[in-house]
């Protein structure tokens, strides 16, 4: 049997609100050469019988069930470790997909083999799927880039599988900013990062997210990453960019996050 082309990874965690859209937004893909390699990370919810029931009609289905919960660190790496795709896509639970994203992807990647991690341009929704802002990336990421805007959604990456072959798994001992510290790891190496210019994921905000309910945790991880490799990536907005991550390391979670909810609005 030929391998996909293409293997989507994807977490879950208690999603039975939102899982059906984003599953159906990845099985409607006009790339149809694709796997989708589904984490159940020891959901309490209806997860696990949504799960059970895709996995009846679409082949491409596998499904993974954590006897407890690991964390999106560890259990996107399960994901990975038996992925079988030349490029593997992330995917968020209760996110989703352009029709087109993984062939537009899959597309760019085949015909530029120097660039290893591949994102988007994105778009926040609310709860009941309204745009609410835009999530814009640079196309170019270096690391000035990278340190000012954290270099790509992750949700959005499609990366090559010899990536990981480079510079290993995602970090499991963090819980959040894993991504981060992918990409520092990636550019550490000489490895391109780049972000199309379409607009191909929607990310839901939600207040039981985990993004929200973690931010100051986001903030003092980055911050710890990024005084990691400014050795590496030292330069006068770096250090800058660094200082703001402590600053926000400093303000009350309740101030952080109406400062981030506005700041998506003006995206």
């Known amino acids: 049997m030929n391998k996909p082309l293409v293997s989507v990874v994807m977490g ?19 790339l149809a050469d694709f796997e989708f390699i589904i984490i159940d990370d020891g959901s309490e919810d209806k997860t696990q019988n949504i799960l059970n029931e895709y996995k009846k009609i679409d082949c491409r289905i596998k499904l993974i069930s954590n006897r407890k919960n690991l964390g999106i660190s560890k259990s996107t790496n399960v994901g990975i470790k038996i992925a079988e795709g030349k490029y593997i896509a992330i995917m968020d ?31 926040w929704i609310d709860g009941e799927g309204k745009a609410i802002g835009i999530w814009k990336m640079p196309q ?3 690391g000035k880039a990278l340190y000012e805007t954290g270099g790509a959604i992750h949700p959005s990456i499609m990366a ?4 990981f072959d480079i510079i290993g798994l995602y970090d499991e001992t963090l819980m959040m900013s894993q991504e981060f510290d992918l990409y520092m790891r990636s550019l550490k190496k ?20 985990m993004t929200l309910k973690h931010l100051k945790t986001i903030q003092k991880n980055q911050l710890t990453i990024k005084l990691k490799y400014l050795p590496v ?34 995206l």
């Open 12 to 30: 879950v965690y208690n999603e039975e609100d939102y899982l059906k859209e984003t599953i159906d937004s990845i099985l409607n893909q006009t």
């Open 93 to 123: 639970a209760g996110d989703l997909s352009n029709r087109r994203r993984l062939e537009k992807q899959a597309k760019y990647l085949e015909a530029r083999d120097d660039v290893y991690i591949l994102g988007t341009q994105g778009r």
């Open 140 to 142: 170019s990421v270096d």
């Open 160 to 163: 090559r599988r010899a990536l």
């Open 190 to 209: 000489g490895l391109r990062m780049a972000n199309l210019e379409d607009e191909l994921i929607c990310v839901r905000e939600r207040s039981d997210g």
């Open 233 to 266: 990536f030292f330069g006068f907005w770096n250090v800058i960019c660094t200082i703001r991550s402590f600053g926000g390391c400093l303000i009350p979670s309740s101030v952080l996050d109406e400062i981030v909810k506005y700041l998506r609005r003006k």
